[in-house]
Structure formats: structure tokens, C-alpha cells
């Protein structure tokens, strides 16, 4: 149980005067309200995903004299091929920004995860990536960019004596939700990107038959995220 207490900080619900941020052309999504804001900074206690925890050792009280006593990040893993997928967590000061003339905040804190799986084909091979973010109000939204899974068949000799020598493949998908974690609003964003090629096998100097497209092979959803606060 947290040390309960009384400050007038800077009159606007927090420490000090926030960061004010520039929008720019992020789509927004899921705003915390003030309320949700404030607890996000004042009674943050701990966050987990994954291998990944950072837990400050602090009191709400602490924030009083050091606003940055519950700010930091820690992680587990490493996202590279072969590695185990990484995990990332962290907590930063909270800031504001205005869209349409209305007032917004965004809450400091942050999750997410990343892995890149590469396997090799027979003559040919596939790479898989994914992350998955919780972040506050503000994102990219790239989702007109994102073409989805597609296979093509690859050509290859002289014009007019081109034959199919193979498969090649890719894929790029963004997917945007709203989540509530412990009463704080995020925007969960799951990105997937593959490429793959597979080709024929050459026997007797001839195109042997053509293999199957290359397929992704994601890693799965570590589930969402621990996040504790203080109580009083």
C-alpha cells in the first residue's frame, strides 16, 4: 500500500508543466482522459511483457521532488534471426498535444515485441517479422501501404522462352485496436511483413516441377501485457 499525500504540483494534475508534443499527421486513437493520464504517472507501480519487467522503486509521494522517479525501460531477448524474440517495456513522462483545436494527452507508457524468424527452403528461403506495440493516443497509419500476403511466379530465360522457375511471395499487414489494460486506454498495433522465394530443382539440366508459394510463419501473440499501479 502506497504512502497517501497531498500536493498542489503545478495546478494542472501533475509535477509540473507537461511537454507539449506536435501531432503532425498521426491518426489518434484512444485517448486517456486527464484522469487516466494522472494515474498513468502518479501511482505507476510495475510493468511485464514478456521476460521484460521494470518495476521503480518509488513512491507516488517521490514524484514531488523528482518527476522522473517511475521513468525507465528494461528488456528481455533480442529480436535479430535465431535469437529469442525480444520483449521491450518502459515508462516516460506524459505530455499533451492539440488536434482540431481539442486538447489530448498521452501517457508514458509503452510495450512491445518484435521477432524475425528465417528459415531456408529447399532452394529458396522465407523471413517472417512481426511486432506487436501497446502504445498512447497517437500512431502511423500506413494501413493504404500495407499490400497483404501475395505470391507471383517467377520467370526466367530469353524473351519469348521464358519459363516459371518459381515461387515468390511477400506480405505487410497492420493491424490497430483499442485495448484497456489495468483502466488505461492503448492502441495495440500488430505489424507483419514476410518475404519468401522458393525455387525448382534442376535435373538433367531441366526445370524440375514447381514447389509450393512460400508461407509465413509468424510467431504467436505473447498476450497482453501486466501492468500494476499503486494503491492506497
Given at each position: 500500500m502506497a504512502e497517501s499525500f497531498e500536493t498542489l504540483g503545478?495546478?494542472?494534475?501533475?509535477?509540473?508543466?507537461?511537454e507539449k508534443i506536435i501531432?503532425?499527421?498521426?491518426?489518434?486513437?484512444?485517448?486517456?482522459?486527464?484522469?487516466?493520464?494522472?494515474?498513468?504517472?502518479?501511482?505507476?507501480?510495475?510493468?511485464?511483457?514478456?521476460?521484460?519487467?521494470?518495476s521503480p522503486n518509488n513512491e507516488p509521494k517521490d514524484l514531488i521532488c523528482n518527476e522522473s522517479a517511475?521513468?525507465?525501460?528494461?528488456?528481455?531477448?533480442?529480436?535479430?534471426?535465431?535469437?529469442?524474440?525480444?520483449?521491450?517495456?518502459?515508462?516516460?513522462l506524459p505530455t499533451f498535444f492539440f488536434k482540431n483545436g481539442v486538447k489530448y494527452y498521452k501517457h508514458g507508457i509503452e510495450m512491445t515485441f518484435a521477432q524475425r524468424n528465417v528459415q531456408a527452403l529447399s532452394n529458396?528461403?522465407?523471413?517472417?517479422?512481426?511486432?506487436i506495440s501497446y502504445v498512447s493516443s497517437l500512431f502511423t497509419?500506413?494501413?493504404?501501404?500495407?499490400?497483404?500476403y501475395q505470391c507471383i511466379t517467377d520467370f526466367f530465360g530469353p524473351p519469348g522462352e521464358e519459363e516459371p522457375v518459381g515461387k515468390?511471395?511477400?506480405?505487410?499487414?497492420?493491424?490497430?485496436?483499442s485495448v484497456t489494460i489495468s483502466g488505461i486506454p492503448f492502441i495495440k498495433l500488430v505489424g507483419k511483413g514476410f518475404a519468401g522465394s522458393n525455387y525448382?530443382?534442376?535435373v538433367d539440366g531441366?526445370?524440375?516441377?514447381?514447389?509450393?508459394?512460400?508461407?509465413?510463419?509468424?510467431?504467436?501473440?505473447?498476450?497482453?501485457?501486466?501492468?500494476n499501479f499503486h494503491t492506497y
Open positions: 503545478a495546478g494542472n494534475g501533475f509535477s509540473s508543466c507537461l501531432p503532425g499527421d498521426k491518426t489518434l486513437l484512444n485517448p486517456p482522459s486527464l484522469e487516466q493520464t494522472m494515474q498513468a504517472y502518479w501511482n505507476f507501480d510495475s510493468v511485464t511483457f514478456g521476460g521484460a519487467t521494470f517511475n521513468v525507465g525501460f528494461a528488456a528481455d531477448g533480442d529480436g535479430r534471426p535465431g535469437f529469442p524474440a525480444e520483449f521491450t517495456v518502459k515508462n516516460s529458396g528461403y522465407q523471413q517472417s517479422n512481426i511486432s497509419d500506413n494501413r493504404e501501404e500495407q499490400d497483404g515468390v511471395a511477400s506480405d505487410s499487414s497492420l493491424t490497430v485496436s525448382a530443382s534442376i531441366k526445370i524440375g516441377p514447381l514447389p509450393p508459394c512460400p508461407t509465413p510463419n509468424y510467431a504467436d501473440d505473447p498476450g497482453t501485457p501486466t501492468l
